[in-house]
């Protein structure tokens, strides 16, 4: 719960960016981990801002959620 603000990024695309939110989100909870829309909504935007969006690591989400 609570409020959880937009990365900003530079936009390259928005396609697939639903399913990252959803695969990232679904990824994290099966973890068992409580931070799953603050993660999916990091690699959203890392997602929507790639050329190459498949590339995309875990890691890389979460030195994203740690710049907000």
Excluded at 30 to 53: E, I, N
Aim: glycine share 12%; aromatic share 2%.
């Amino acid at each position: 719960t609570g409020h959880h603000p937009a990365h900003s990024v530079t936009q390259r695309g928005t396609h697939g960016a639903g399913d990252a939110v959803v695969g990232a989100l679904a990824a994290r909870r099966a973890q068992g981990l409580a931070d799953g829309l603050a993660y999916a909504q990091a690699a959203a935007a890392l997602h929507v801002s790639r050329a190459d969006p498949d590339r995309i690591t875990p890691e890389e989400v979460l030195r994203l959620m740690g710049s907000t």
